[in-house]
Nanobody
Framework: EVQLQASGGGLVQAGGSLRLSCATS????????IGWFRQAPGKEREEVSC????????WYRDSVEGRFTISSDKSANTVYLQMDSLKSEDTAVYYC????????????????????????WGQGTQVTVSS
């Protein structure tokens, strides 16, 4: 059974940092890409960042580039999202999802959400940034 468990959310002041973790099981980690997505109240879900686990290729949305860093620990089957210089607009529920690594070219061409929305998702973790 495929499982993804997001954790690490919390309340932080603007300018602060949080590290989210996505622990996975039930599939061959290196064969998949893991993505982070978020949904703020009243807004649609949006992609944040994703990583292809076999070669470490990454994608970031423009508004988090340079502030967020995604990384992958193959020994722990876990993907991390280091979030620095947090802003109030980063407040949202953050989700992680898995998609086959073979779909990476589509991720780059169409955007992560169009690909990942059809695959495996975990429960979210709340991130609240106070200004």
């Amino acid at each position: 059974e495929v499982q993804l468990q997001a954790s690490g959310g919390g309340l932080v002041q603007a300018g602060g940092s949080l590290r989210l973790s996505c622990a996975t099981s039930g599939f061959t980690f290196g064969d998949y890409a893991i993505g982070w997505f978020r949904q703020a109240p009243g807004k649609e879900r949006e992609e944040v960042s994703c990583i292809k686990n076999d070669d470490g290729d990454t994608w970031y949305r423009d508004s988090v580039e340079g502030r967020f860093t995604i990384s992958s620990d193959k020994s722990a089957n876990t993907v991390y999202l280091q979030m620095d210089s947090l802003k109030s607009e980063d407040t949202a529920v953050y989700y992680c999802a898995a998609a086959p690594g073979s779909s990476w070219s589509l991720v780059k061409a169409l955007g992560p959400l169009k690909v990942f929305k059809l695959t495996y998702w975990g429960q979210g973790t709340q991130v609240t940034v106070s200004s």
